[in-house]
């Protein structure tokens, strides 16, 4: 039987789980939705603002409509099973949203069937820049996810930036570009913030150099039509600066460096639930 949903725990108030929080708590679309938080490390709800009642377990903040799990991917079980307990005592239809990377929503309904026949499970890759409203998420419905179960995760994810739907098989390839995306680009701004203070530049203005090119990259990338090679290749005269730079990384291979880096993220994203597949068989022998 299915009910509304109304109230959400998001269960793990770290980095991810607070973005979610905070978003929603900005969000109108999210107006009708009621949100708490479950953190089991007592320092971490020391932190946490008074916007919402954090709990430090699931059985204290009582049944709820559905569960984001915003754990570390080891954390998992422990919490499916606390969830889990929740959901075979209140009898109700609930969903779960996981963001755990690798875990896939199969692997979760493996755990939860223990519990509960009717569980939805959709599975979601968000990434931080959602912190500012410009977040990267892909959302895919597993098996009895309803249409109401991905509209209220649209409206949710909706609050922190864009989001749109894929094929599940897809996510470990989404993990290793948007979730992991922003430290990529992180790090380049970062050896080109040092290169800048290297050359003489007060660190502040290095800092707004680097991110304004980077944000303004990023709007020419969403706003014109051209391909990013054509971006690229109007700033890149021939025999001049910008060419000088790019030939030197195309000359160390740079192009396959970084293709075979992405590749290292989906592995490692594959690689996860491979594990915890692994040590769930040998915790059954
Ligand atoms: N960070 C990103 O960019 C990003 C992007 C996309 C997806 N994700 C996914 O988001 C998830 C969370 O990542 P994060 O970076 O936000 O992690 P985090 O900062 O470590 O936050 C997780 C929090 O959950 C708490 N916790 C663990 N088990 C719990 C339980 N059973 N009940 C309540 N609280 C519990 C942890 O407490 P303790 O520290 O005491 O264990 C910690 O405070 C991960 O699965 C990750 O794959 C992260």
Redesign the pocket.
């Known amino acids: 039987m299915k009910n509304k949903i109304k109230t959400i725990s998001i269960?793990?108030?770290?980095?991810?789980?607070t973005t979610i929080m905070s978003s929603v708590s900005r969000a109108n679309t999210a107006k009708g939705l009621k949100f708490n938080g479950?953190?089991?490390?007592d320092a971490?709800r020391g932190e946490l603002g008074k916007g919402f009642k954090v709990y430090a377990?699931?059985a204290g903040a009582g049944a709820s409509d559905a569960y984001i799990i915003?754990?570390?991917?080891q954390?998992i079980e422990?919490?499916l099973g606390?969830i889990g307990s929740a959901v075979s005592e209140s009898a109700r239809r609930t969903l779960i949203i996981s963001?755990?990377?690798g875990i896939s929503t199969e692997y979760i309904l493996g755990i939860m069937r223990k519990y509960a026949q009717d569980i939805p499970v959709i599975r979601v890759?968000?990434?931080?820049p959602a912190l500012v409203g410009m977040g990267m998420t892909v959302m895919a419905a597993g098996e009895g996810a309803a249409d109401e179960d991905i509209r209220v995760a649209r409206v949710i994810f909706g609050s922190m930036g864009e989001v749109v739907e894929m094929d599940e098989t897809l996510m470990d390839v989404v993990t290793a570009i948007s979730?992991s995306g922003?430290a990529y680009f992180f790090y380049l701004a970062e050896i080109m913030e040092k290169f800048a203070v290297s050359g003489g530049i007060d660190p502040g203005l290095a800092k707004k150099l680097v991110s304004q090119t980077i944000a303004g990259s990023g709007e020419m990338m969403k706003k014109t039509s051209r391909s990013f090679r054509e971006l690229r290749e109007d700033v890149t005269s021939p025999g001049g600066t910008t060419e000088a730079a790019v030939r030197y990384l195309h000359d160390l291979e740079f192009p396959n460096t970084f293709f075979n880096a992405l590749e290292k993220a989906r592995a490692r994203s594959e690689e996860l639930l491979r594990q915890k597949k692994e040590s769930g068989k040998e915790e059954q022998e």
């Open positions: 269960v793990g108030c770290g980095k991810m789980g479950i953190e089991k490390s971490r377990d699931i915003a754990v570390k991917p954390d422990s919490a606390e963001i755990a990377a890759m968000p990434n931080t979730g922003p």
